[in-house]
């Protein structure tokens, strides 16, 4: 028997083994692959493309692939770009506080006819990260900001469409990005404070939803500051004195009567909605009047978000830093706080277990507020573009 022959017997032998495996059989095999190796497999058959491109897929290997929890998604300041300072994004790695990838941005080079200097990282859910980027100065544009979703580990993004409501660069709106664990889909949430609207972005189906709900009891300005088994976490401000606000995220239903610890936190100089282990806490802070000093509450119950149940909440944490700052960031691991001075210049790491602090470079510039953690998968949404940049230059490498 020739060479050619016994080739082609061993590729129809192959090809029949390779039927008789099911869909299902593929999957489990898949899910125990690394990230890397299933991004080329995709291009192998359709059938393979379709396995690894379902969410339902891409949320299974998410939850079982590895993870390391020091890593962060953080948005560079804009300042001298020959020092890398272009408001730019990148992978920082807590310990030993290093960048470990320049993401570049979430849009391929020449997309705009100008230089874009201010953007904004929204949020980072399942490898997912929402940016808003200001085009205010671009006439053609029809919004005040592009907003685009985007997997930084796949270098692809997606421009969604314009708000539904005007974007009148006299209201002050809040941005949410979460993701719908029911539905597998990826949302942004938009709340207007001037008209106490909002609206809703699904990724699956594309548009924006007007939220048709009375929004009366959200008073004053809100911020959103967490995505967490399918709401969004906001603190409302009205004259120094907070509360909380969550979005469920499949209902699409803003929750608006759950109380916040009982103590002295109004007027605080500054208080925050974060995961702490496996339920929402309220971080208050305040360098100046309470000794440098954080306290941390947890909620007891998660089910006070369905109704029926009145929010009750347990100190667990109430710590002097002892070094002045004006921001707290975290907690990172359930252990790690980043710690800012108001110009963000001078940062402490604060470790809660062993009570210690460490410097914090002050090179790269981190824009405050803008540091979310992140994992990277294989979510990949309809719309998805490839980004396309040239290497970073070689003054930014040198400080990579």
């Given at each position: 028997m020739d060479e050619n022959n016994k080739s082609q017997r061993a590729s129809e032998a192959w090809e029949m083994v390779m039927s008789n495996i099911t869909d299902d059989l593929w999957t489990e095999i898949f899910l125990r692959l690394p990230f890397e190796s299933l991004l080329r497999f995709k291009s192998v058959s359709k059938t393979w493309l379709s396995i690894i491109s379902s969410h339902r897929f891409a949320l299974s290997h998410l939850a079982i692939a590895p993870k390391d929890d020091q890593i962060l998604i953080v948005h560079h300041e804009t300042g001298y770009p020959e020092d890398g300072e272009d408001g730019h994004f990148s992978l920082y790695h807590l310990d030993p506080c290093r960048?470990?990838?320049?993401?570049?941005?979430?849009y391929s080079q020449g997309e705009y006819p100008f230089e874009l200097d201010n953007s904004q990282l929204i949020g980072s859910e399942c490898g997912i990260v929402c940016v808003s980027v200001c085009v205010s100065d671009w006439k053609a544009a029809k919004n005040k900001y592009d907003l685009y979703l985007w997997n930084p580990a796949t270098k692809q993004s997606k421009l969604i469409p314009p708000y539904a409501r005007p974007d009148n660069t006299m209201s002050r709106a809040a941005l949410g990005f979460g993701f719908d664990h029911i539905d597998l889909d990826f949302k942004v949430v938009?709340?207007?404070?001037?008209?106490?609207?909002?609206?809703?972005?699904?990724?699956?189906?594309?548009?924006?939803?007007k939220i048709e709900q009375n929004l009366s009891d959200i008073y004053g300005y809100i911020s959103f500051y967490i995505c967490f088994h399918g709401f969004l976490f906001a603190l409302q401000d009205y004259r120094?004195?907070?509360?909380?606000?969550?979005?469920?995220?499949?209902?699409?239903?803003?929750?608006?009567?759950?109380?916040?610890?009982?103590?002295?936190?109004?007027?605080?100089?500054?208080?925050?909605?974060?995961?702490?282990?496996?339920?929402?806490?309220?971080?208050?802070?305040?360098?100046?009047?309470?000794?440098?000093?954080?306290?941390?509450?947890?909620?007891?119950?998660?089910?006070?978000?369905?109704?029926?149940?009145?929010?009750?909440?347990?100190?667990?944490?109430?710590?002097?830093?002892?070094?002045?700052?004006?921001?707290?960031?975290?907690?990172?691991?359930?252990?790690?706080?980043?710690?800012?001075?108001?110009?963000?210049?001078?940062?402490?790491?604060?470790?809660?277990?062993?009570?210690?602090?460490?410097?914090?470079?002050?090179?790269?510039?981190?824009?405050?507020?803008?540091?979310?953690?992140?994992?990277?998968?294989?979510?990949?949404?309809t719309g998805f573009k490839r980004i396309k940049w040239a290497a970073p230059s070689l003054r930014l490498q040198e400080n990579l």
């Open positions: 960048i470990l990838e320049n993401l570049n941005f979430p938009r709340f207007i404070s001037s008209t106490l609207s909002a609206e809703v972005y699904s990724s699956n189906m594309n548009n924006w939803r120094g004195t907070k509360g909380m606000v969550a979005f469920d995220l499949n209902k699409e239903v803003f929750i608006c009567d759950n109380n916040l610890p009982v103590g002295s936190f109004e007027y605080v100089e500054y208080s925050k909605i974060a995961q702490y282990k496996d339920t929402i806490a309220f971080i208050v802070s305040d360098s100046i009047t309470d000794n440098n000093k954080i306290n941390l509450w947890i909620l007891d119950n998660i089910a006070c978000l369905r109704g029926g149940v009145e929010a009750s909440w347990t100190k667990v944490l109430s710590f002097d830093v002892g070094a002045p700052y004006d921001v707290v960031e975290g907690p990172f691991n359930d252990i790690q706080f980043l710690l800012e001075d108001v110009d963000c210049i001078n940062r402490l790491l604060y470790n809660s277990n062993n009570k210690l602090t460490t410097e914090f470079p002050g090179f790269p510039k981190i824009a405050p507020c803008e540091l979310f953690k992140y994992t990277k998968s294989l979510f990949s949404l």
